[in-house]
């Protein structure tokens, strides 16, 4: 699809996006974080915050902007690493990422950033219930965002949010072709659709959405568990 | 594309592929690790195997098979973590992952395990020369298997290996749509691709490739620099 208007606080993103393209029965709806956040307001300027004494430390540390880093630390429940330039965060919703998430690429004005959304799992059932209201239909929505991985450079799009869709496609204890059950193979198809969807959307171009079709034996009539089924709990977690 | 027969050593892999799908210039070709091992005879049987005194030692630890554990510190550079039950180590090739890659899920034989190739690039530049020699155009060539992550519940595939493909598709420097050079936007093109050719398949039915059209301007006349460009060197890694 095509870039949308710049987006502010308020948007109804979801009807923008059903009068933008046709949506099918079945169809997966990939949003970015970044238009979700902008919609719900989710932007600061950093002239507006003030760091404490925590920030300000770890900003020296790091070579980072001490307004920033309180705007993470203030985004996290936990720091699981800061060292050379790299902080990573525990967000209060569970998510490990960079920054707690907190981006300022495409953002209009200097020193404005954009955090994630409160709830990126209430946003993507939000969304769904706006594109439902508009075209008649309700497709999966993910609300996608790009994180980098340990071991592995680049960074690869996942569901921070989705309603609609079974975001684990859980193969265990189903037979393999030798009759012997399948062992360790429940996948995360949720991040692995918004993978996909990033491969057709241009970075720079401020398109906001991507549809993903041929997946219906994935999309479901109830929201389902959203995105939050795609976070290991800590205790079970060997890396934080 | 339908299964193939059942592989073995030697089989022409990238031929038999050609021989059941019709490939087109500038598609890639994603080609599952099982079934790439299994043609380059990286089978092998547990009860040939003498466990040592390290890996009974962790394999008591860990609840394993010892004959396991020997093949999977035979394959290992180091291990990265050992706990509860899971061992992830980093290959010698460099990939951290579970068990260094090796599974036992769609192999005939009781105690047949696979292991990675030697040089999944090494397999994908040899796929990708029989697929040429089979039908006159070279595709793209991702080797894809799926790994866990830390963080986050359920396995994504990664691109182990790959041949005529730019693997990491890097914005850096570029501008945004407010002027602004774009940051930290290397994004792991070749992994997302694997990723989205993983939604077309059907783990149980053995069909070991899937093809992505569309993405011609990641593709290349030479093989390039291969997966191993995704792998994060150590020194600069904080998970490891």
Do not use: Y
Request: net charge negative; with cysteine; charged share 30%.
């Amino acid at each position: 699809m095509e870039g949308l208007p710049e987006l502010a606080e308020g948007d109804e993103l979801g009807a923008m996006i059903a009068a933008s393209v046709a949506i099918g029965d079945g169809d997966v709806v990939v949003v970015s974080q970044k238009a979700v956040s902008k919609a719900e307001g989710r932007v600061r300027r950093l002239g507006e915050v003030r760091a404490g004494p925590r920030a300000r430390r770890l900003a020296a540390e790091l070579g980072k902007d001490p307004r920033l880093v309180e705007l993470v630390l203030a985004e996290s429940a936990r720091v699981v690493r800061a060292r050379g330039s790299v902080l990573i965060c525990e967000t209060h919703g569970g998510l490990v990422c960079a920054n707690a998430g907190i981006d300022s690429s495409n953002i209009p004005g200097e020193d404005a950033v954009v955090l994630l959304p409160r709830d990126p799992d209430a946003s993507a059932r939000r969304l769904r219930a706006e594109l439902r209201a508009a075209c008649g239909i309700a497709p999966a929505v993910i609300v996608s965002d790009s994180f980098g991985r340990p071991w592995r450079l680049g960074q690869t799009e996942v569901a921070i949010g989705c309603a609609g869709l079974a975001p684990l496609d859980d193969w265990r204890g189903r037979p393999d072709r030798e009759g012997r059950e399948l062992s360790a193979t429940a996948v995360a198809v949720a991040d692995q659709i918004a993978s996909a969807a990033d491969l057709s959307r241009d970075k720079a171009a401020g398109v906001p959405a991507a549809i993903i079709r041929g997946l219906r034996r994935l999309v479901a009539d109830d929201d389902g568990p959203g995105a939050a089924a795609l976070l290991r709990p800590a205790s079970e977690d060997l890396f934080r």
